[in-house]
């Protein structure tokens, strides 16, 4: 595995109890993707006994293949749509899906689709053979919000026929399935809202979202850095290892059984102030741009995470700066790697 990477994992599993997990059969969706293949590190870590499944349709191989020799490990390469193993996990984690803003709307048929079709498939797994299942939703469920810090109780401002909606309405629909699974079937189930997280292994492909790993790589090779809008745009960014906590915290905590939980960071920041801020840390000559703001881009993202440090006990520990400045270590380290 990456050096910068294990230490992370290493540091990351310090917050958690090996006896919640060690064994432990758990199937993760859409696993070799960013936050799916830090959930499975962690997981093998843990001495869980993981099974990654991933179309690939975004995600890399790449991202697991350290992982492909351990006992402890599989990978199954199926759409979980139509994915039919009858296996008995004791944890599911359902993250399979396109999930930046480029990728989703290029592809708004197969978002909705593995966000209702992927979705009840999972949940019919969970319910056959009584698993915990944890939903990787998010804080595009409540649209252009206009209560901040934004709780879980916030209703959401969505346009049902935006350009976003595949993505947000997809993830709508899977909550209420989720929530229906619970009510009618009694079924153990959590719902992550999660907002963005950012750390290695963050695509930067495409030109719009995914902001911090995009404007470390255009501030890397000296190309203008795009910010879209006039950047006063506002996101929280939380990073991987504290996001992925928060996750495994919340799917193995029992007084959040049925519930909806924000996972993030926050400090606000402007996109503006980010671009500025990657510029600083990468020492880059890189000149920032600024483009035509895409419809429905969201003003301010901003999570109320009380519920979380209530109830769970969990809250970030990396800052930005302390968590832009390992993401641009790997980025470099990765990009001396190729030339
Ligand atoms: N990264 C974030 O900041 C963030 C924020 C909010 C929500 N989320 C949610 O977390 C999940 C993971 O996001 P990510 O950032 O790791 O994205 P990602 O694109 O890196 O990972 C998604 C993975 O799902 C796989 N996948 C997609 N469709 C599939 C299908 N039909 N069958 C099997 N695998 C499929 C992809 O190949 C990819 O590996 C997504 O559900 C996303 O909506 C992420």
Redesign the pocket.
Known sequence: MDQIILEDVKRGKVDLKRKDFEDKKVLV????????SWLCDILVTLDAEVDC???????KLANIDHLLENSKFKFLN????TFKHDKKYDLILH??????PE?YQQHPI?TLK?NSL?SHNMLELARKHDSTILF?????VYGDAEVFPTPESYLGRVNPIGPRSCYYEG?RFSEALFTAYHRKHELNMKIAR?????GPRL?AEGGYGRAVSRFITQALTNQPVTVYGDGLQTRSFCYVTDTCIGLLVLLINEETNGEVVNVGNKEEITILELAQKIKQLTESISHITFHPLPEDDPRRRWPDVGKAEKILGWKPKINLEEGLTKTIKWFKRKKAQIE
């Open positions: 969706t859409g696993g070799a993707g960013f936050l799916g499944l991933d179309n690939l349709s975004t995600g199926e759409d979980v749509c993250f399979a899906s396109r999930a930046s990728e197969e593995v992927g990787a939703s998010t804080s595009e993830k999660i907002f963005n997280s950012y695509r």
